[in-house]
């Protein structure tokens, strides 16, 4: 069974699954080939890239993720500022240091092979590595599929998809098993209990008390740390777009001495420049959280940061009740929809994010289980269709911008919530099948490809 915290993830940006997971593949196959002493006979490799990682990899990071993973690095531990530098010494030397440590023969033009016609039938985030010996026979091949919020799972793993991913079959060892929103507040209320508290008593199975706390400190932290990077850091934006960064402009120009003196208008702008912040940081291949992907990954640490500052009585009990909240109306949306893009376009993303962060936000100010829920579906409700069109597969159009919307949105929404104790016409679980249908039906060109939309009317300039 999936637990809240796994909807975190530290990493680097710029996409959950088209960087974090490629990282992950990448590292995982040289893992392989020394774990079964293969690596000795590996004189060179291939790595392979399918359908949307071959779309919009290039502007999403995917080539220098796989390479960076099979040198042996992972996304949490990696120094950002060697993305790039160690790339150039692969392509310079025409070979790789598998795991930093096997040098192997790897021609950047032609060994990184982009099959942009080419989905593979498993998933549209598909990856192929292989490995040859010196008379060219092939002696280790794997495949793994990037299923969002990095997120992996190899050829036989996605077969059993929702066993792998430990959204199946019952959980016999926890104490408030869900996996729909009317299963986890049914366990609220019969236990009069609290969504964090739930899914608190969920993971006290595997883990200590403190170590949750940790975990959940160490996530909130992360998304402190890249908001306040992002307002401080100024200049373009990689990738060729030629984008300026917004978010300490917009900051300088709202914040004042004391934070008291923030105007409750300005209030929900610095949320919305929190969110832009942490987004910028993530287009320029720094160090953010999935939440729950990197797309998205700037809206809930946006909410997160306004609640920080604009309410009193913010303890760390309050922060581990938002994460665990959040994280809690993540799983709903891994058991019941997805949030891959290349699946159900920005409705798993930035919709979901928004989601997450609205009933966090109620949850944290007093609200009820029922106000969580209505909170958590009104910002689903309202995110319905949203396609994803990256302009030159870049994570930064319109993604930045929506992320600063999206963390307004939800604050407005938590409010509204806060106001009425009546449940709506829609429930969550309604909103999250609706959303999964949708994602189902929207056509390839608007999931993560690249092909329409703003991507292709948008003139560069
Ligand atoms: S448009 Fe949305 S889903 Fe697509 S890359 Fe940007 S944030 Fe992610």
């Known amino acids: 069974m999936l637990g809240p915290l796994d909807m975190f993830a530290i990493g680097v940006g710029p996409s959950s699954s088209h960087t974090v997971g490629p990282m992950k593949a990448g590292l995982e196959f040289a893992t392989y080939l020394v774990q079964t002493g293969k690596v000795s006979r590996v004189k060179h490799i291939h790595a392979h890239l399918y359908g949307s990682l071959a779309l919009t990899g290039e502007g999403h990071g995917t080539f220098l993720a796989v390479l960076n993973g099979l040198a042996g690095q992972h996304p949490k531990t990696i120094d950002p500022d ?50 040859f010996d010196e008379s060219g026979e092939v002696i280790a091949e794997e495949e793994y599929f990037s299923i969002g919020g990095g997120f992996i799972l190899g050829k036989e793993q996605i077969q059993n998809r929702e066993e792998s991913e430990g959204i199946s079959g019952d959980s016999p060892n926890v104490p408030f098993p869900f996996k729909t929103a009317s299963e986890l ?5 019969d236990n009069n209990m609290t969504v964090a508290q739930v899914v608190l008593n969920n993971e006290l199975v595997s883990k200590s008390r403190e170590q949750v706390y940790a975990e959940a400190l160490e996530i ?11 307002i401080h850091n100024d200049g373009v934006l990689p990738g060729g777009l030629n984008v300026k960064r917004r978010a300490p402009q917009l900051y300088r120009k709202l914040i004042k001495d ?22 910028e940081e993530n287009a320029a291949f ?29 303890t760390d009990e309050k922060i581990v009740e938002f994460i665990l909240t959040a994280g809690a109306i993540g799983n709903l949306y891994k058991y019941g929809a997805s949030i891959s893009a290349a699946e159900v376009g920005c409705q798993g993303e930035i919709g979901v994010a928004c989601s ?13 289980t029922l106000q969580v829920e209505k909170a958590s579906e009104i910002a689903m409700e309202h995110c319905l269709g949203m396609t994803c069109d990256p302009i030159n597969g870049l994570v930064q159009i319109p993604c930045i911008e929506r ?38 039906d929207m056509s390839t060109r608007y999931k993560e490809t690249a092909l329409a939309g703003l991507a292709v009317n948008v003139v560069e300039c």
């Open 82 to 131: 060697t993305i790039y530098s160690r790339v150039d010494e692969i392509k310079t030397n025409k070979a790789i240091l598998l795991k930093d440590q096997y040098k192997v023969n790897f021609d950047y033009d032609k060994d990184l092979l982009i099959h942009k016609d080419q989905f593979l039938p498993e998933h549209a985030n598909g990856m192929k590595f292989i490995a």
């Open 185 to 189: 507040f049914k366990h609220c209320q």
């Open 220 to 230: 909130a932290e992360v998304m402190r740390y890249s908001v306040n990077r992002g």
């Open 258 to 279: 004391d934070l008291n003196l923030v105007s409750h208008q300005d209030r929900r702008l610095l949320a919305m420049t929190y969110a832009i912040a942490v987004n």
């Open 286 to 314: 720094s160090r953010v959280v999935t939440a729950p992907t990197n797309g998205s990954a700037g809206t809930i640490p946006g909410v997160l940061e306004y609640y920080r500052n604009f309410y009193l009585g913010v």
């Open 356 to 368: 997450m962060a609205a009933g966090a936000l109620t949850a944290v100010l007093g609200g009820n």
């Open 403 to 440: 992320n600063g919307v999206a963390a307004s949105k939800a604050i407005d929404i938590a409010k509204l919530s806060l106001l009425e104790n009546e449940p709506g016409k829609v429930s969550l679980d309604e909103v999250i099948h609706t959303m999964m249908e949708t994602g189902r």
